[in-house]
Structures are given as structure tokens and as C-alpha cells.
């Protein structure tokens, strides 16, 4: 029965406080604090001390930081390979292959996998003296290849890693988006003489931009902040073939320089909101 | 005495009493009308979980318990759970003899120590004693994160510690040299030996060089390419890149990569030694004579490929010798142990564990008592009987276990024991007490990386690397080069016992331990 009070005006803001507070003193606060620290000389052990923007010249002026920067931006070439792996990943489970009755299962278990446990076993198959990889391509007559340590196959290897451990999640985003395509669509398309390529491109591809923007925008959000897949899969390889957060992790709790962390965090994050604005605005034109 | 994870006592206690409120906020309002949520209700509500946050973000503990005893918290690194019952047992029986004062006991992984200790502080939380490893040591000493200790010890530590050990634990200040922390247990480094591979490799125990197995490293590097061409696989390797060992080593080749000017220290890497040393180790990686992992995993690669008879001889600490009869019992069977390999001054590097005491303590003296207790002669005794290493302490070098041969049903391990023991004169800590050795050294080993895995120049390299430790120098506190381990030269007679002449760090310990181990084979 619905009385007045059951609609007192306090009632959505207090289901709304708990995690209204959590999130102002864990995220917005710890952001802020973030910021704060980006301006001083801190080491978490002695009190901050104000700096100005001399962290922010050191990053800027230093090749390290800025490597790193063009290291996460060459990290989203990890997307497109993301899109097309789960793209047709999620085609082939949508054709249902009785063939392969367990396909969805073998394809979702790298997301559920921890990542270090699953870059752990990468970096056995990556060693270069007797990983798998190496072995098998020896077996082809093909020189053994410097997976861990050498330019460019020391982030190509991560990105393998975050390849595996990411498209059996957005393949069950176009799963679901393949699910909203109407039969009957593609069907009238196929009475009307096109072929499957044609069906594909014509009709199943473009009812999917939705989703396809989605895997697109969060795919390479993620690949411009990651940080598991890198730091364990090429750990010992030398920071600068790594990318923006290891070394954000370095900087902080390595070197014990907070302030010099917190000035490359704060700039790692203006490059992705303004990736993010860019992605955004491009969808939404295309949409208009 | 209860060991805990990370959080103390009383925050769980006041979190969950904050909690509490929070139920009867809710339970109250539930049966108090027909509104799911009172205005009453979500204000208290709100004030609970502000004050369960509150609890959590800034801290409710108290150090000092109500009957006016103190509480002091001490951080190991990775002793539990296989040490449990003697630290606790250490603890308890410090506990009994400093009436008043109670000891928490958190062990925290290896990796995650600097991590935790950071967080930790940044939150308010800092333990009061806690335990370093040589490498961080500075690092936290450079943080501000630990106190001189001189004041607080009510004995001369010179009288008890070892003095290559006690020397890495002290800072410069000016014309003083503070004592920042109380070296623990020590594992001078041995050299194993798979015997089976290396007769494969036709090199045999006697001798030094030729067909003998060398005991130093541009003698090894030199066998290990003859090695190589016979076997196809590698004769050994050593850290060159991540958790590099070359500076160390430059140290015990007696190359000084530091130099001392009106200023105060700078970098000395353009050296043409220290270049030429440099070449050596870079061509040999690059020809394929040292195996890849050498650039980028650090010292586990060592154990893990001498477990898998991947390399025949490493150069590590004796305690790793339980891990590979468990992890590997067929290479085990064939192991050899001799004192670790060394450069020209014929000294082995000498890894140290210390205890030091946190700034933030408001119980320093406490603090100290039991740091001290820990690392005492007994304590440490106790701890050799339990793990195959070796103590900081001369008392404990005294004692019938480490002076008597090993029983036979020891095996390997107490064979190390004796050739370690033996060894202890001429072992060296070559960590440098610099605030700046762990950024130079960070410097140093992310440009040899480089060398190795993008084919730099070594000599452009130094060049880059002195550039950047002169930076590094000039931003620290003024050192000198009493600070650099600069110990003299052993002179070998006949490849058996050993005479010292020590200028600086070295160890002296009682004569008359034998040189054990330098045959070999160990039944």
C-alpha cells in the first residue's frame, strides 16, 4: 500500500548515501589527493612539500615518461585484434556448431582466468631458451624469436597476453548484440539473392555498430591503462619497452617517488579522457 | 600472541562495533512504522557508516594497552609459515623478559615488502621494528623511514656483529656514521655445482681454471663458451639485467665505480676497466653463452634452472639448497657446494638481512631491545638450526655447530655449513651504505638491459648511466668512499687456505675453521 510517507523526499538520497559516501572519500578523494600530490615532493614516509609543477616538467622533459606514453599508445593495436578475434568468436558460437558443443565455455575461460596466473603460464610458453613458442618454430626451421626482451616483441607478446584474456568477454557483448539482429533481416536478404559475405557486411554488421562502439571504446581504454598482462608477462625487460602504468607503479612504490607517480597518473588520465571525448564525439557524429 | 594478516585488533574490534550501529539503525526503523528508511534512521545510518570509515581511513588503535603496556608491531619478510613456531617462540621469550611490553608479528611476502611498507606508512600504520633485506635498506633509510639506533642500544654492537655486516648497516652523516639498523642473518653466497654436467663438459672439482672449474667469474665466463661449443648448453648464469649483480661484482673485481671528489662522490664508470668488464659480460650474452634469462629475470632464474639441470653451477645463498632437495632430489644427489665464486680480490659477496627500527615508532627504545633480541647471538643460533644460513653475530661463529664437522646424515647441506662457515673471513657485504645505491643501481641495470636486449653500445652506455648516477650523487646527502666496500685482496696459497690482507670490510672471524668444501664432491 503506498503512503505519503513511503515517498518522503529523503528516502532515494539515503539509499543513495552509502555508496555515495564510498565513492566521494575512496574514488573522488583519493583522485583529489592525487592531484595534490602530483604538486609536491612526497615519499608517504616525511610530509609532502609543495614542488609546483616540477614534476610535471621532469615527466615532460624526460624521454622515460614519454616512451612509456607511446608505448600505450602502440598497445592499442591490441584492439582491432580484440574486435575481429571476438567478432568471430561470437559468430562462430552464434552458428551454434554442434561440433563443438563446449566452444562458448573454451572461449569465456581466459576472462575468468586470473591474469597473472594466465600471464604466468604466457611467459612459460614465451621463454626464449625453452618456451613452447620458440621450440615451435624451431621446428620450422625459423630462428628463435626474443619474446621477452627485444624490441618490438617484448609488447607484441604482452598484447598477445591481453588479446587471450579479453576477446571471450567482448565476444559475449556481440553475442548479444548478434542476438538482437532480426532473423527474418537477414533472411529477406538471403530470398533476395545476397550472399553470406553480403548478408554479413550489409545487414548483420551494421545492426551491430552499437555494440561494436562499445568493445571499441572500452577495449582501448583498457589497453591504454594496462598494467597486469605487461608487468607480468615482460617484467625484467627494460622500463622502456613498457608501458605508462608499470611505470607509474615503479615510480610509486619502487622509487618511493609519490609526487613524481601521481604527476604521470594525472597526465596518463587527461590522454585518456581526452581519447575517450575524441571516441565519443566521433560515435555520436557518425550517428547523426 | 596472535599473528595477523595486516589490520590490528582494535580497528576490526571498533569497525564492527560501527557495524553494529548500523543494524540497529536499520532493525529499529523496520519495525518502528511503515517508512522502509526514517529520517532518524538513514541519519544514523549515515553517522555509522561514516564513523566505520572514519575507523578504517585514519586508524582507532592504540599502541599502549590499558594495564599502561606497550605494544610494539614487527614485520618480517617471508619467515611464516615456515619459521613460525621459532619466531613466535623468539617473540614469546622476549615477551617474558621485557615485562610491559607485548610484540604483534606480521610477516609480509618478499615482493610486496617495499609495497606494504609504503602503503603503511602513508596510512599512519608503520610497524615499529621491521625486517629489510641489504638492497631496500637504503632505499627506506633514504625515505625517511628509519631512525639512527646509536642512542637506543645500551651495548657496542662492534663487539657483537660481524664488522662487514655491521658496516652496510651504518650511514654516513657528515664525520658520524649512524647506525640505522641491526644486521640479522646472512647467506654468504656458495657456489653449487652439478657434477654430472660438468664432467659432461669435461671440466672437473680440482683446480682452478683449465680443466678445474674456476672460482671466478671472467674465469668461469671464459669456460662457459668452451662449455657451450661441447654441451650446447650453459655452463652457468649470473643477474646481468633485472636485479643486477654487476656493480656488485665490479666491487669484488676490486673496479671502483665510484670515485671521490671535493664535492663528494661521483661516478667512475668510464673507466676503461670497468668498460672492458662490461664488454666482456655483454658479448657473452649476446653470443649466446650465458642463457636470456640472465637480462631479464633476476636471481629465481638461477635456482629454477639449476633445478631443472638447465645450468651447472649458480652462485647463491646456502638456504636455497632446501629447495632444490625438495623441488629437484636427483640434482640435489649431484650437487657439489664451494664457496661462492668471487672476483680478483678473491672475496665472495655477502647478502645481509637487517632489522631496523621505524621513525614513526613512539617506542624506540622498546623497538631497539627487540631488534636487538632478534639478532642476538642465541636468537641467531637458533635460527641457523632451522634454515641453512649463517649469522651476523661472532659469538654464534664460536659455536660447536658451526666449528664441528657435519654429521654425514646432513648431506649437502651441512656440507655448505661447513664451506660457508669457512668462507665467512673473506665474505664481503659489497653493498654500498649510499642512500643513492638503490637508484644507481636501478640506473645501472635499466641501461645494461638495453645493452643487452636493444644491442647499445657498452661504452655509450657507461656514458649515459655515469650522467645519470653524477645526477643521482649530487641530489644526496655527501658521501665519501668510506661508504663503498673496498676490501683488500685474499692471497691464495696453493688454492687452499687463505691470508688476509683486510683495509676495510672485512670479517674476521676465529681462525682455524678449515677451508672446507674447496675439494668438492660431497658423498
Known sequence: ???????????????????????????????????????????????????????????????????????????????????????????????????????????????????????????????????????????????????????????????????????????????????????????????????????????????LRPSLVLVVVVSSISALKVFDEVFVTIAGAPITHQTAVPLIYQLAFERGQFGLASAAGVLLFVVILAFSIVNMRLSAGRKA | MRRRAGQRPGEQIRAGQA?????????????????????????????????????????????????????????????????????????????????????????????????????????????????????????????????????????????????????????????????????????????????????????????????????????????????????????????????????????????????????GLRANLKDPAITAYMERWAAAFREGVLPRAAATIGHSHLTEMYQQGRVAVIATGPQFLDRIRKAAPSVYETTAVREGVSGALGRNHMPVMVLGVSSATTRPREAAALAAWMTSAASQLEFCRVVPIMPSTKATLNDPYFVDPPRPEEGVIGEARRVIAASLSKSVAFTASLETWPDLRRAFQEEFKRVMTDGRDVGEAMGRVEREWDVLLKSAPRATLRSVPRPGRVESRGGERSRLVDRTGGTPVPPGKGDAGRSGRIA
Not at chain 1, 14 to 36: E, R, Y
Not at chain 1, 134 to 148: F, H, M, T, Y
Not at chain 2, 144 to 149: K, N, S
Request: one cysteine or more.
Open chain 1, 1 to 207: 500500500v503506498s503512503t505519503a510517507r513511503n515517498h518522503h523526499p529523503l528516502t532515494p538520497y539515503a539509499f543513495l548515501a552509502p555508496a555515495s559516501v564510498v565513492l566521494a572519500i575512496f574514488i573522488l578523494g583519493a583522485a583529489l589527493q592525487v592531484v595534490w600530490f602530483s604538486f609536491t615532493s612526497y615519499s608517504a614516509f616525511t610530509p609532502a612539500e609543495f614542488v609546483g609543477v616540477a614534476n610535471y616538467r621532469e615527466l615532460l622533459t624526460k624521454d622515460l615518461f614519454l616512451i612509456c606514453l607511446l608505448n600505450s599508445a602502440a598497445y592499442l593495436f591490441v584492439t582491432p585484434v580484440i574486435v575481429v578475434l571476438s567478432l568471430l568468436a561470437a559468430i562462430a558460437v552464434d552458428a551454434r556448431l554442434r561440433a563443438l558443443p563446449g566452444l562458448r565455455l573454451l572461449l569465456f575461460l581466459p576472462v575468468v582466468t586470473p591474469a597473472v596466473v594466465g600471464a604466468l603460464a604466457w611467459r612459460l610458453v614465451f621463454d626464449e631458451n625453452n618456451g613452447l613458442l620458440n621450440d615451435a618454430l624451431g621446428v620450422v626451421g625459423i630462428e628463435p624469436v626474443r619474446w621477452l626482451s627485444e624490441r618490438p616483441w617484448t609488447l607484441m607478446s604482452a598484447m598477445l597476453v591481453t588479446a587471450w584474456k579479453g576477446f571471450g568477454f567482448y565476444m559475449m557483448v556481440f553475442l548479444a548484440g548478434l542476438l538482437t539482429v532480426p532473423r527474418d533481416l537477414r533472411e529477406a536478404a538471403a530470398i533476395d539473392g545476397a550472399t553470406r559475405p553480403q548478408v554479413f557486411w550489409t545487414v548483420t554488421l551494421p545492426a
Open chain 2, 19 to 263: 557495524g553494529a550501529e548500523f543494524d540497529r539503525a536499520e532493525v529499529g526503523t523496520r519495525h518502528g512504522g511503515d517508512a522502509l528508511v526514517s529520517r532518524r534512521g538513514a541519519l544514523r545510518a549515515l553517522a555509522a557508516g561514516a564513523a566505520a570509515l572514519a575507523c578504517g581511513v585514519g586508524g582507532c588503535s592504540r599502541r599502549d594497552g590499558a594495564g599502561g603496556s606497550a605494544t610494539i608491531e614487527i614485520w618480517t619478510l617471508a619467515l611464516s609459515p615456515f619459521f613460525d613456531n621459532y619466531i613466535k617462540g623468539r617473540i614469546e621469550a622476549f615477551e617474558a623478559a621485557t615485562p610491559g611490553v607485548r610484540v604483534t608479528w606480521v610477516d609480509v611476502p618478499y615482493d610486496a615488502l617495499q609495497r606494504k611498507l609504503i602503503a603503511a606508512a602513508a596510512a599512519g600504520k608503520m610497524p615499529d621494528v621491521v625486517n629489510l633485506p641489504d638492497l631496500s635498506f637504503a632505499r627506506f633509510v633514504a625515505l625517511g623511514a628509519l631512525r639512527p639506533i646509536d642512542a637506543e642500544l645500551d651495548f657496542d654492537p662492534a663487539s657483537v656483529y660481524l664488522e662487514s655486516a655491521l658496516t652496510m648497516c651504518r650511514m654516513e652523516r657528515g664525520e658520524r656514521m649512524e647506525l640505522y639498523a641491526l644486521p640479522w642473518y646472512v647467506s654468504p653466497q656458495a657456489t653449487l655445482i652439478n657434477t654430472k654436467l660438468i664432467e659432461a663438459g669435461g671440466l672437473t672439482l680440482e683446480g682452478d681454471g683449465a680443466s678445474g672449474l674456476s672460482r671466478h667469474w671472467l674465469g668461469l665466463l671464459g669456460q662457459a663458451a668452451e662449455y657451450k661449443n661441447r654441451t650446447q648448453e650453459f655452463l652457468f648464469s649470473q643477474s646481468l639485467g633485472e636485479e643486477s649483480q654487476l656493480p656488485i661484482m665490479l666491487l669484488a673485481e676490486g673496479l671502483v665505480p665510484l670515485r671521490e671528489t671535493p664535492e
